[in-house]
């Protein structure tokens, strides 16, 4: 099972940005950064395909996250630009071998915008 470590997360303004990045074991065909704030349902944010590198983005999110891999540290990472308050959550990143399996998650890093 890949062992996922997630850093990054921390407090900002509105507009700001940070950068969050997911260290892997290895990786697998299909790694995506998850959200989950209280009360609310988990959403996946981004996916990253690293066989072919095609992306995916939630609405929520699209024009302002960029998630992206580093192969030369073992690294998934997500660019958050432009934050909002209803970005505060908690931060997931999650392996899968098939589409919508995720067998792995890291332990979560929180991301808290507000002024």
């Known amino acids: 099972q890949v062992q996922l470590v997630e850093s990054g997360g921390g407090s900002v303004q509105p507009g700001g940005s940070l950068r969050l990045s997911c260290a892997y074991t290895y990786s697998t065909r299909y790694m995506s950064w998850f959200r989950q704030a209280p009360g609310k349902e988990r959403e996946r944010v981004a996916l990253?395909?690293?066989?072919?590198?095609?992306?995916v983005y939630s609405e929520s999110v699209k024009g302002r996250f960029t998630i992206s891999q580093d192969n030369t540290k073992n690294t998934l990472n997500l660019q958050m630009n432009s934050l909002k308050p209803e970005d505060t959550a908690m931060y997931y990143c999650a392996a899968a071998v098939r589409p919508g399996e995720y067998n792995s998650w890291g332990q979560g890093t929180q991301v808290t915008v507000s002024s």
């Open positions: 990253f395909n690293t066989a072919t590198g095609a992306t």
